[in-house]
């Protein structure tokens, strides 16, 4: 009985994200919480209590850029599901993750581990924990916090080339056509099955949904770096929504990026259907 209420609050949350896409918070934020566990400004709406029926807790949280949680165990297990933003999360003794919006993140009972929102950006998920009272341990040091950061900035050209692809695709997916218009280059080229055209008209087409970039599974990526130019070749499988159709297609996409005034800009994509995955 408790897994099949689990499976009804999961699929509802799960519509809820259709309904509320690029909103931010599903339910209004109550007041900032007080200092004492985190670190920066946290926000947590109380949804819905444990009864005798119910035996879990739901509530939402928001953390601005920079917030987090200090390191903490639920006795009874946690899981969450990030709803907006981007954010970290890390058990104790494994690496630091980053977590975004869609994604579903399980905390075990009783595992040391914390979570908050990236330096730059904010984060909301929707908790679902077993009402025993959180451990609080130890806050979380700026050489943990920061490590992502510093390991960003000792990568090399090719890793950098390919973490902005991989971050290219997740904004296509969320028709995030802000960030995407600071990558693409002024006088970026897409070439389609359907046709060639510039910047202005691929952003249109990403927001309108026109073309939604739905899901890409990345199979195989190679990068060559010329100059202050990279050609990264990407060999894909590609779940999108054309004129209201759901359609999976293999390609080979070839992404061009040159280096303008320290940073990596698009200027090509192209798709080439392949005739097998």
């Known amino acids: ?21 690029q909103q931010g918070n599903i339910f209004p934020k109550e007041a900032k919480g007080a200092n004492v566990h985190h670190v920066g400004d946290v926000w947590l709406s109380h949804v819905s209590n444990a009864d005798s029926t119910f ?5 939402e949280a928001t953390f601005s850029p920079g917030a987090r949680l200090d390191w903490h165990i639920h006795p009874g297990g946690q899981q969450l599901l990030i709803t907006d933003g981007i954010g970290y999360s890390q058990e104790r003794n494994k690496p630091l993750e980053t977590v975004r919006k869609g994604d579903a993140l399980k905390c075990p009972p009783g595992v040391e581990h914390w979570h908050g929102a990236t330096p730059d ?11 025993q009272p959180t451990k609080w341990l130890d806050r979380v040091t700026d050489e943990v916090y920061f490590s ?15 973490e902005r692809s991989k971050q290219k695709w997740q904004w296509m997916a969320d028709k995030d056509v802000v960030k995407l218009s600071d990558l693409f280059d002024a006088k970026a080229k897409f070439v389609h099955m359907g046709g060639t055209w510039g910047k202005d008209r691929e952003l249109e087409v990403i927001k309108s949904g026109g073309i939604h970039y739905k899901k890409a599974d990345i199979h195989e990526v190679s990068v060559e770096i010329l100059g202050n ?5 990407n060999r894909i499988t590609l779940l999108a929504v054309v004129g209201g159709n759901e359609v999976t297609n293999p390609f080979q996409v070839t992404e061009v990026y040159v280096k303008e005034d320290g940073k990596w800009k698009l200027g090509s994509l192209s798709f080439t259907k392949l005739l097998n995955p």
């Open 1 to 21: 009985m408790k897994k099949a209420l689990y499976s009804l609050f999961f699929l509802s949350i799960a519509l809820s994200f259709q309904a509320v896409a």
């Open 55 to 59: 035996h879990y807790n739901i509530a």
């Open 121 to 131: 950006t904010w984060f909301t998920y929707v908790a679902v924990t077993e009402p």
């Open 148 to 162: 992502k950061t510093k390991n960003a900035n000792s990568m090399t050209s090719e890793q950098e080339i390919i």
């Open 229 to 233: 130019t990279a050609i990264l070749l």
